[in-house]
């Protein structure tokens, strides 16, 4: 009875998400705690993203600490993640390349983008089209930059500490691509 307990327990500890508990949104889990360039990171929040009814993916975002101001979120120093678990059934490349593009213009102004426009066209070459279940992370590390992987898989960086900010707008600028997933995101949901 005593080895079926400890196996029991030994059992739920493999079970348990790698980075800590996970909080549940939409079917998905996300985990509490990631270890990202040597720091622990928690989860800031997470909501879903939708368009026109549909749910698209999961968002989530996670901080050296908690943070329920945009601006705070944004300028805080150290790694960063934004989590993207796609729901919806495919979303073409061009429809992300699209949503990036819209997502930079309507959070910055024509100034602003200016000195952003080479690393926004490197960034957009470096995704497929995704599907239900795919996972696209957007990683900061602050002595190399903004890297995108896909289910994993490393697809390249962008270098340099500009470049992540302007993408977080994106989600948490003054006009968001979902409002609601800007408030999840940042704990108010």
């Known amino acids: 009875m005593k080895a079926r307990s400890i196996f029991s327990s030994l059992l739920l500890l493999f079970l348990l998400p790698a980075g800590g508990y996970a909080q549940e949104v939409a ?18 929040g997470a909501g879903i993203r939708s368009k026109f009814f549909f749910d698209i993916y999961v968002g ?17 120093n150290g ?20 949503g990036w593009n819209d997502g930079f213009e309507n959070n910055h102004t024509r100034e ?6 080479t690393e926004l066209e490197a960034f957009n070459k470096l995704f497929v089209t995704v599907k239900r279940g795919d996972r696209i992370e957007l990683d900061y590390l602050p002595e190399t930059g903004t890297w ?13 500490e500009n470049f992540y900010p302007a993408l977080l707008k994106v989600w948490l600028g003054e006009d968001p691509a979902d409002s609601d997933l800007k408030e999840a995101m940042l704990g108010s949901e």
């Open 27 to 44: 079917g998905v889990n996300v985990a509490e705690q990631i270890r990202l360039a040597n720091t622990t990171l928690k989860l800031n």
């Open 60 to 76: 989530a975002l996670s901080l050296p600490q908690k943070a329920e101001e945009a601006e705070t979120a944004i300028n805080m």
């Open 79 to 98: 790694p960063k993640r934004i989590l993207m678990h796609f729901l919806y059934k495919e979303v073409e490349k061009k429809k992300l390349v699209e």
């Open 112 to 117: 602003q983008l200016k000195p952003l426009k």
């Open 148 to 160: 995108v992987s896909i289910n994993g898989q490393t697809k390249g960086n962008i270098p340099g």
